[in-house]
């Protein structure tokens, strides 16, 4: 059996159905290893960036591995560029690549035999694994390897560089030795009394909240999650990538915190007195520097399965917690069944209650040229109960974590560390094949949709249900309203928009446009009646402003000047 | 003085002229020091990768250094992709990228604040020079050291990470310190000596032949090259950087060499008894592995300014001679006009010349569809005096390359080391403004296009002379002919071709097709007339084959199996 072929069988071991690539002479057995494997879809992709995009995408779905595979030299640096996103969202991804023959192979050159590069040693500052695979017998078990890397801890990306003579090789595969994973490192403390430890902190507290992360989805503990916080009540703000964990309407829930989040959670979070951080990164976007964003007097508790956590968060904690999510909160919502004591705030939670519902909403602001929260608060009314939100950048990323509510079963996949522009509309694609048959929404800017343009003719060519939302505001407005604020001088012209509609026509996908606020319910309706792709440009208010809260820190320049920004 | 209006006026007292971007927060000072200076050209690209490949194409052209200036995070990991083609290409390119304030800075995390990561060390293997400007006062010595870098030796690309902090903070110029260059390695002989060995070598050679590369350009030694070729007839043969050094119909000119070269060439290349490579690296792609593309009773003399190189080469050099080119050829020239005695072959030059007079002529082929070597021969033949042809990958670079002459002062710009698809458009877009006037006819595949297609806005934006023609045979050929090479078993379905009539509304484009060979001359002038941006569809033949010279090298898989490849 060839290792190409052994490959493919064993991603297909792995539950592995799907598979985003771009083909190339580099990776040309890998390619047809793939092509005769029945039970695997092969998406192609146009571009390398969006093959790893999209295998992003459809991890952040499901949790599962994403597979990428792209040819060597300049196959692989494009793949490349599209990689630090599951490196800093925690995403596990494997990029298999293509390379030049073994015995070309020399890592002080600038280029390998035809199309080859060190692609090794420039990944491997952002990923967990990360290796050209030299000798056939190896295979087995740097697949291993590379799966445990990626699911295991804090995911993340791999990669595995193949040679074109490697993926040829013959090789017997009940011959293969396999990788021994480590014993996990033991939890310094069981469940039961980790729980104890956090549920004694919260009794403890007057005003204490939750920060949700992704965390709690990657140790599939949703369900504990919405239990504890329902039978609680204590406020709970998300991350960007928990922001979709907890129905908006449920009381206790504040939404989306941080630089980016909605204003009222800004005032929740520094009036607390105790943060409980349940799988979140406490990252500077959504804290702030140091303590910028809670009150120097609150106390942080903060549990999550990687300890370096601990130390990178932008916040001090006070009590760490190494601690798998779906055995704390399991034994959370046990404990409080038997003993509810000092675990009421009636003050505290009416306090945060008033706040939220104070806090503006969406819904009124019919005006023309739409306004794009309007525009959002509408579509999500009528995206269905099990849509696919797919945010880009810009103010794309600001209008939705503001006013989306997930109060069905929807999703929402998003750049959230890097706010990577024009990530979207591959990261759909990916989520669209990730997702079984539920609709997909992509959101992006109409400046943020060119930088992956291409990959519509994927949705178009796989005939995905995916409707791509273009907010025409007139270009790239949050970078312009950073400019505003910080620049003192003339700054520079922003690029002309495209014509979307004839954008549509050339990638071959229906176009809509939409401009009249009255008719919009009625737009939104017929459009996303039928399933199938379509691109449909609004037409938004160029002037339109985004709500952004208090600065969450200012520039300090070596000479101790402060500049403020809010960007 | 801030730090980014120092830059600013640093690489314009370096003449850099033009400055190839994406604006972000992240570099948000760079980008207002640059909009606000007079006398700099900006350029805003479309895509992070696709302004560094402006840089690299404007200085594949020139020879100056090329700089683009991107943001933090996704701008600079999109950066980094369009990086590998100047360091495997050896280009002077600069890229000054946005990053987060200096305390963000942590290389142990995932990423740093708000959209930053740790790219310097991501770049470092692929770069000569790659920093992070910690320190304001250091930004002259770091600049210096850039410049030096990418300019000397072998040249190649240098990056410079400035942290939001340091590009606002306040220097006074007058007090940073440079960077003093240490004293260069002294040539082992005077070029009088070096030039002594070499007429020694020819005259003792039956069958010498020149390999001529993009050294001599870099050398500034065109002028010399020529009249060496013209005075002593050595049949001469043209890597494809060095593609454009001599025009083809000088006697001597054999035209490019190698696997993607012309036919008659590769007979040249084993007939030979001497080979003198002049500033041309011998890379897998020219000459195979070994000896190959050689007689193994063939010597070798290799001129290089980097001793590296020596090492390096595909073949074992049995003569190594570093020595700056320009210094060589002026001695040779001089030495020569003394003494010409047992430089003449007069049978081997006729024999050459025969082989290529007897090499098929494209200006054969004009059958329907268009046969694109048809087609690169009689758009070369209207193209005019002093056109830059911009060549992409895949079919577009064989046809290309066995079909141009360059017989007036025409010029190339293409990926050479790399083959790096879809980078024809940004680089198009570089050579149009470092070329001050003169017409750009890009070339590329209905595939590879798609790979940056957003930059024909760009070109529509600026209103460049840059006409680029798309040979539509219905995909990727010239990897579909390497599936057919290589595989037995079924292959992957390659992606439906664009509309590219709405392709060129969509980005504002004026668009013409090509299809019927008869009028295909009287055509091209009237589309070559007018000045301006163009896409001209050119209807291929989907069947049409490539010229392959003989296979450079097989797959030899570690089991001991040969698998021919041609591709």
Same mark, same amino acid.
């Given at each position: 059996?060839? =290792?190409?072929?052994?490959?493919?069988?064993?991603?297909?071991?792995?539950?592995?159905?799907?598979?985003? !690539?771009?083909?190339?002479?580099?990776?040309?057995?890998?390619?047809?290893?793939?092509?005769?494997?029945?039970?695997?879809?092969?998406?192609?992709?146009?571009?390398?960036?969006?093959?790893?995009?999209?295998?992003?995408?459809?991890?952040?779905?499901?949790?599962?591995?994403?597979?990428?595979?792209?040819?060597?030299?300049?196959?692989?640096?494009?793949?490349?560029?599209?990689?630090?996103?599951?490196?800093?969202? &925690?995403?596990?991804?494997?990029?298999?690549?293509?390379?030049?023959?073994?015995? @070309?192979?020399?890592?002080?050159?600038?280029?390998?035999?035809?199309?080859?590069?060190?692609?090794?040693?420039?990944?491997?500052?952002?990923?967990?694994?990360?290796?050209? =695979?030299?000798?056939?017998?190896?295979?087995?078990?740097?697949?291993?390897?590379?799966?445990?890397?990626?699911?295991?801890?804090? %995911?993340?990306?791999?990669?595995?560089?193949?040679?074109?003579?490697?993926?040829?090789?013959?090789?017997?595969?009940?011959?293969?030795?396999?990788?021994?994973?480590?014993?996990?490192?033991?939890?310094? $403390? #069981?469940?039961?009394?980790?729980?104890?430890?956090?549920?004694?902190?919260?009794?403890?507290?007057?005003?204490?909240?939750?920060?949700?992360?992704?965390?709690?989805?990657?140790?599939?503990?949703?369900?504990?999650?919405?239990?504890?916080?329902? @039978?609680?009540?204590?406020?709970?703000?998300?991350?960007?990538?928990?922001? /979709?964990?907890?129905?908006?309407?449920?009381?206790?829930?504040?939404?989306?915190?941080?630089?980016?989040?909605?204003? @009222?959670?800004?005032?929740?979070?520094?009036?607390?007195?105790?943060?409980?951080?349940?799988?979140?990164?406490?990252?500077?976007?959504?804290?702030?520097?140091?303590?910028?964003?809670?009150?120097?007097?609150?106390?942080?508790?903060?549990?999550?399965?990687?300890?370096?956590?601990?130390?990178?968060?932008?916040?001090?904690?006070?009590?760490?917690?190494?601690?798998?999510?779906?055995?704390?909160?399991?034994?959370?919502?046990?404990?409080?069944?038997?003993?509810?004591?000092?675990?009421?705030?009636?003050?505290?939670?009416?306090?945060?209650?008033?706040?939220?519902?104070?806090? %503006?909403?969406?819904?009124?602001?019919?005006?023309?040229?739409?306004?794009?929260? *309007?525009?959002? $608060?509408?579509?999500? &009314?009528?995206?269905?109960?099990?849509?696919?939100?797919?945010?880009?950048?810009?103010?794309?990323? *600001?209008?939705?974590?503001?006013?989306?509510?997930? $109060?069905?079963?929807?999703?929402?996949?998003?750049?959230?560390?890097?706010? $990577? !522009?024009?990530?979207?509309?591959? !990261?759909?694609?990916?989520?669209?094949?990730?997702?079984?048959?539920?609709?997909? +929404?992509?959101?992006? #800017?109409?400046?943020?949709?060119?930088?992956? +343009?291409?990959?519509?003719?994927?949705?178009?060519?796989?005939?995905?249900?995916?409707?791509?939302?273009?907010?025409?505001?007139?270009?790239?407005?949050?970078?312009?309203?950073?400019?505003?604020?910080?620049?003192?001088?003339?700054?520079?012209?922003?690029?002309?928009?495209?014509?979307?509609?004839?954008?549509?026509?050339?990638?071959?996908?229906? *176009?809509?446009?939409?401009?009249?606020?009255?008719?919009?319910?009625?737009?939104?309706?017929?459009?996303?009646?039928?399933?199938?792709?379509?691109?449909?440009?609004?037409?938004?208010?160029?002037?339109?402003?985004?709500?952004?809260?208090?600065?969450?820190?200012?520039?300090?320049?070596? /000479?101790?000047?402060?500049? %403020?920004?809010?960007?």
């Amino acid at each position: 059996m060839r =290792v190409a072929d052994y490959i493919v069988e064993y991603i297909r071991e792995r539950n592995v159905r799907t598979v985003f !690539m771009l083909s190339g002479t580099g990776s040309i057995f890998l390619d047809e290893a793939i092509a005769k494997a029945d039970a695997l879809t092969c998406v192609c992709a146009r571009h390398e960036a969006a093959a790893t995009l999209m295998g992003t995408g459809a991890s952040k779905l499901t949790g599962d591995i994403g597979v990428a595979v792209v040819t060597s030299g300049p196959g692989a640096a494009n793949a490349m560029a599209g990689l630090i996103d599951a490196w800093a969202d &925690a995403v596990p991804v494997l990029v298999l690549a293509g390379q030049v023959e073994s015995r @070309h192979i020399d890592r002080s050159a600038r280029s390998f035999g035809i199309q080859g590069y060190n692609v090794v040693d420039c990944v491997r500052p952002v990923t967990k694994y990360a290796v050209v =695979v030299d000798d056939p017998v190896q295979i087995r078990a740097h697949l291993d390897r590379a799966f445990h890397e990626a699911l295991t801890g804090r %995911p993340g990306p791999v990669w595995l560089d193949v040679p074109l003579d490697v993926q040829a090789a013959e090789i017997d595969p009940a011959a293969l030795a396999g990788f021994e994973a480590p014993a996990p490192e033991p939890w310094s $403390n #069981g469940p039961a009394e980790t729980a104890a430890v956090v549920l004694d902190e919260l009794r403890g507290a007057s005003r204490p909240i939750f920060v949700v992360g992704q965390g709690v989805r990657q140790a599939r503990a949703q369900g504990e999650l919405a239990a504890l916080v329902e @039978h609680l009540g204590v406020p709970t703000v998300c991350t960007r990538l928990g922001y /979709d964990l907890l129905p908006y309407r449920s009381e206790a829930v504040m939404g989306q915190g941080g630089i980016r989040g909605r204003p @009222h959670v800004e005032r929740v979070m520094r009036e607390a007195d105790l943060v409980v951080s349940l799988g979140a990164s406490l990252s500077t976007g959504l804290v702030g520097e140091h303590r910028d964003a809670f009150s120097p007097q609150a106390r942080v508790v903060m549990v999550d399965l990687d300890a370096d956590q601990f130390d990178r968060a932008n916040v001090a904690v006070d009590v760490r917690l190494r601690m798998d999510l779906l055995g704390l909160l399991t034994e959370m919502n046990r404990q409080i069944e038997h003993d509810r004591t000092g675990l009421e705030w009636p003050q505290w939670r009416n306090h945060c209650r008033e706040l939220k519902e104070k806090s %503006p909403s969406a819904a009124t602001l019919a005006t023309e040229p739409i306004n794009s929260y *309007y525009f959002v $608060n509408r579509l999500e &009314a009528q995206a269905g109960r099990d849509a696919v939100f797919v945010v880009d950048t810009g103010s794309a990323y *600001y209008v939705t974590g503001q006013t989306l509510e997930f $109060n069905d079963d929807q999703r929402e996949v998003t750049s959230a560390a890097f706010l $990577n !522009m024009g990530a979207a509309v591959p !990261m759909a694609v990916g989520a669209s094949f990730a997702a079984a048959g539920a609709r997909v +929404i992509t959101i992006v #800017g109409d400046g943020a949709i060119e930088l992956n +343009i291409q990959e519509l003719a994927t949705i178009s060519d796989y005939e995905r249900d995916i409707k791509v939302f273009v907010l025409n505001n007139g270009g790239y407005s949050s970078i312009r309203e950073s400019q505003d604020a910080l620049c003192t001088d003339r700054v520079l012209d922003e690029p002309a928009p495209l014509d979307f509609r004839a954008v549509a026509a050339a990638f071959r996908i229906p *176009y809509h446009r939409l401009s009249a606020v009255d008719a919009l319910d009625d737009d939104l309706a017929a459009l996303l009646g039928p399933p199938g792709p379509a691109l449909i440009e609004v037409i938004c208010d160029s002037r339109q402003k985004l709500m952004r809260p208090a600065a969450a820190h200012d520039i300090r320049t070596h /000479d101790g000047v402060t500049i %403020p920004t809010r960007c």
